[in-house]
């Protein structure tokens, strides 16, 4: 849904006025923006392009939009980080929330098909963070004054907690995208190779949708980046090991196909005797044929399993108390339901921080401390 005046009949949607000033559209709590970005991120995920194997059977499973929204699945498919910790960032006091910059950056985001990216970087001017440089942070949205939580991105020592630091300008030397610093309206910068093969930050824009034999994908220009989708119904192919690829359009189900090769939507390369686009079949109901080779795929957010080359229900019905056992495609967060997780044959609550674990899945945090075998704070995620 996208917002073009102000709609005093929507909660979440507010005019800040002042005397005669003209009225400013936004998104008036942060909760409210993680779910509409949920939102935003299902609508991304299956208006553009095909993508992948993994992302087409994503998107089989999920079934559409809608459903995809309800799980909130789609920001996770995106590479977009947790959404659902940024109302604790706000509560804690470690950021300040725009609600004015958050309907601008969904408003973007619903238009451009170039949103494969982390949110902090996409719409890096919703959150204004409170954490003075040098000082401990998880998230980049705590950082005060546009910085970055540096945790070792570069160096691929990941650390927690991170470090505040400021981003580093435009045209500089650079060893992460995380550490180059946004551009107008929190839009998104990135470390790159120049010509000569030196990585330096750079401002990346969305080009014009491409044609059919045009190129697609990640270029670089004289004027920094530039991120071109195709036009509907056409795919960004792309060369081994490369960011930039042709529009081509999707094999039908059928024809041959190579890991380089798009398949028609709904359907993805079957990797049997011989490649070929295969549709993707996903069984809603039990005693249903099912193989993982042949994308004859179980709902798992149906509580579905493929046991043997047949679809069966899982266990239990999610409850507290309820019998629940291992079942492969179906999210722990489906076994057993909201809070609980299966321990010993039964669903039972999540742990709280301090008490002993021995897996992330047992603490209500999502965070097991393997130096303790305690669950602690969720942090850098």
């Not at 359907?267 to 994308?295: D, H, K, P």
Request: glycine share 14%.
């Amino acid at each position: 849904m996208r917002y073009l005046r102000c709609l005093v009949s929507v909660a979440s949607i507010v005019c800040a006025c002042s005397g005669d000033e003209a009225e400013v559209p936004s998104i008036a709590t942060v909760a409210a923006f993680v779910e509409q970005a949920h939102g935003a991120a299902c609508d991304a995920l299956y208006r553009c392009g095909t993508g992948n194997n993994d992302l087409a059977v994503t998107k089989a499973l999920l079934g559409d939009a809608g459903r995809c929204a309800g799980l909130r699945a789609g920001a996770a498919a995106l590479g977009w980080g947790d959404l659902n910790e940024l109302p604790a960032t706000v509560r804690l006091g470690k950021a300040r929330y725009n609600g004015v910059a958050a309907l601008r950056c969904l408003t973007r985001l619903r238009a451009t098909c170039d949103v494969a990216h982390p949110l902090a970087e996409m719409c890096g001017d919703v959150f204004a963070g409170t954490v003075a440089a040098g000082a401990a942070c998880q998230r980049h949205e705590d950082c005060a004054g546009g910085g970055w939580c540096d945790r070792g991105q570069a160096t691929g020592a990941m650390r927690c907690p991170g470090t505040c630091a400021a981003r580093i300008a435009l045209g500089s030397e650079c060893m992460a995208s995380e550490a180059c610093a946004l551009g107008a309206d929190g839009q998104r910068a990135e470390c790159f190779p120049d010509a000569m093969g030196t990585s330096r930050c750079i401002r990346v824009r969305t080009g014009a949708t491409a044609d059919e034999g045009m190129p697609c994908g990640h270029l670089v220009t004289s004027g920094g980046g530039l991120d071109i989708p195709c036009a509907t119904g056409l795919a960004c192919v792309f060369a081994s090991g490369s960011l930039a690829g042709t529009c081509r359009r999707p094999q039908a189900v059928g024809a041959a196909c190579s890991e380089t090769t798009a398949c028609a939507p709904g359907s993805a390369c079957a990797a049997t005797t011989t490649m070929r686009c295969t549709a993707i079949q996903v069984r809603r109901g039990a005693a249903e044929r099912c193989s993982a080779a042949t994308f004859e795929l179980c709902d798992g957010n149906a509580r579905l399993t493929c046991r043997s080359g047949v679809c069966a229900a899982a266990t239990g019905d999610g409850a507290m108390g309820s019998t629940c056992a291992a079942a492969t495609g179906v999210p722990a967060g489906v076994l057993c339901g909201a809070g609980l997780y299966c321990a010993a044959g039964r669903c039972a609550a999540r742990k709280a921080d301090g008490q002993g674990c021995a897996g992330d899945v047992e603490c209500a945090s999502g965070v097991c401390d393997r130096a303790t075998s305690a669950c602690a704070p969720r942090t850098c995620r």
